[in-house]
């Protein structure tokens, strides 16, 4: 069965810092991985996309790498800003016959001013 | 593109009424997906079509549900009778073979 799943489920940080959120997958067999964001009461806004060929992929603080091999990606956020607050998730795509986008059950993030 | 556009926006409905939900997906994109998502359950993939073709639908929980495509601009998600459990955010997702883009959602209460 295809599932993703995230550690942890929620994250206090205060202002700042840097820190690593998880996404771990059954099967490898991916064809891309989507970080989305998603602030209460709001639709999910697209972060960064890996390809399943590529090993990493940035943007402004944000960083995410992907490791098939092992069935990880993980979200690295510099530079922590109340602003980051939001719930985070992660979706693996597959290919092949069924092109299924699944969904982890999410990071909900809290950073302190 | 004025992106993924869901309606109604919310809806409210008594038990046993039949609610239609709709979506409009970005032009272009060939994959159209429906989610609900629970604070239980997190996000489920409800259904999913390609070029208008319905590809998987074992995630709809009940044939109460049932979901259409009629053309490349439209889809909807209808569930009839309605019940108290079906309350939730419905998403709507587009693609095309890489990066998916999400509606603002329908927040469906059956009360």
């Known amino acids: 069965k295809q599932e993703v799943t995230q550690i942890p489920a929620a994250l206090s940080v205060p202002e700042g810092e840097n820190l690593v959120l998880n996404c771990s997958f059954t099967d490898s067999a991916i064809y891309n991985l989507q970080w989305f964001r998603q602030d209460p009461g709001k639709g999910l806004t697209s972060l960064l996309l890996?390809?399943?060929?590529?090993r990493e992929q940035t943007s402004g603080r944000l960083n995410a790498s992907l490791d098939k091999s092992s069935g990880r990606s993980t979200l690295y956020i510099a530079a922590s800003q109340p602003g980051d607050s939001a719930t985070y998730l992660c979706a693996v795509r597959y290919g092949g016959a069924t092109n299924k986008l699944i969904f982890g059950t999410g990071t909900l993030l809290a950073v302190q001013p | 593109d004025a992106g993924v556009i869901q309606s109604p926006r919310h809806e409210v409905t008594e038990m046993g009424q039949e609610v239609t939900l709709r979506c409009k997906p970005i032009?272009?994109?060939?994959?159209l997906f429906w989610y609900r998502q629970t604070m239980m359950r997190g996000l489920e993939l409800l259904i999913y079509f390609n070029n208008n073709v319905p590809i998987d639908d074992s995630g709809m929980p009940e044939d109460r549900f049932s979901a259409k495509m009629p053309n490349a601009s439209f889809s909807t998600l209808k569930i009839q009778p309605s019940e108290p459990r079906d309350s939730a955010v419905y998403f709507c997702?587009?693609?095309?073979?890489?990066?998916?883009?999400f509606g603002q959602g329908t927040r469906l209460t059956v009360v």
């Open positions: 997702a587009s693609s095309a073979v890489t990066e998916a883009f």
């Open positions: 032009s272009g994109h060939d994959y």
């Open positions: 890996i390809q399943s060929s590529q």
